[in-house]
């Protein structure tokens, strides 16, 4: 009901523009003030469009999250917002299984730092959507993965890890004795993160937002055949 208002009101000043705009050219007949008017008319349009395009399809979204339970009016500025950190996690360790005995868990780490730098960023420089009038704000979701999962697991396991770099350099991760235990807490932390990703994938609009944080079946196939026997040959 309120952004019907609001488009009347847009169309009728708009209207009341363009006729002011047409009654002063037939009155004066000016060139100067045809391309004056013509001028303001096209801000006019352009600035209406954009108002358009950043408020229409509001697309209600609710998210049942842990302990909590989220409502979102999300608009193309916020569903944009959203699938950029969407992807930003997807595509990271955040998301991404570290099988026992493979990775580097100081590049675990520093994806974790990233991801956390990506987060803030936007909204300590001011860059982020206003919140909206109701619902609730997609930074308000960002804010519980910086504070409550993000924040907590860097701030314990980064100075333990440095600790034993520094102590032991150039040794493999593997004699590190919290090897084992970092590896069992980030696996916690992606089960932790994982329904906020799948939400933000929600408010995104992405169909399945899920299938995107798990191995395709074409890749599990292709992991589970076995090689041709060309391949075989080659590998030899």
Not at 154 to 175: M, Y
Not at 187 to 213: C, F, K, S
Request: hydrophobic letters at 45%; glycine letters at 8%.
């Amino acid at each position: 009901m309120a952004w019907t208002a609001a488009r009347a009101a847009l169309a009728g000043l708009l209207g009341a523009v363009v006729g002011i705009a047409a009654y002063s050219i037939s009155q004066t007949g000016g060139q100067r003030l045809s391309i004056v008017v013509g001028a303001l008319l096209g801000v006019a349009v352009v600035l209406g469009a954009d108002l358009y395009r950043r408020s229409v399809q509001l697309t209600e979204v609710r998210l049942v999250l842990p302990g909590s339970e989220m409502t979102f009016r999300a608009n193309t500025d916020m569903r944009q917002a959203a699938q950029r950190m969407f992807f930003q996690a997807a595509t990271r360790v955040a998301t991404r299984p570290l099988e026992d005995g493979s990775g580097n868990l100081r590049e675990a780490l520093t994806s974790l730092k990233t991801l956390f730098d990506l987060y803030r960023e936007p909204l300590e420089s001011g860059a982020a959507p206003p919140p909206p009038a109701k619902g609730d704000s997609v930074h308000e979701l960002v804010l519980d993965i910086l504070n409550f999962e993000l924040a907590p697991f860097l701030a314990k396991w980064h100075p333990r890890l440095r600790a034993f770099e520094e102590a032991h350099p150039g040794q493999d991760e593997s004699a590190w004795p919290e090897n084992a235990a970092f590896r069992e807490e980030l696996r916690t932390l992606q089960d932790n993160l994982r329904p906020y990703v799948i939400g933000l994938g929600e408010i995104a609009g992405i169909r399945d937002p899920e299938r995107h944080l798990r191995r395709s079946a074409w890749y599990a196939a292709r992991a589970s055949s076995p090689l041709p026997r060309q391949q075989k040959d080659a590998a030899r």
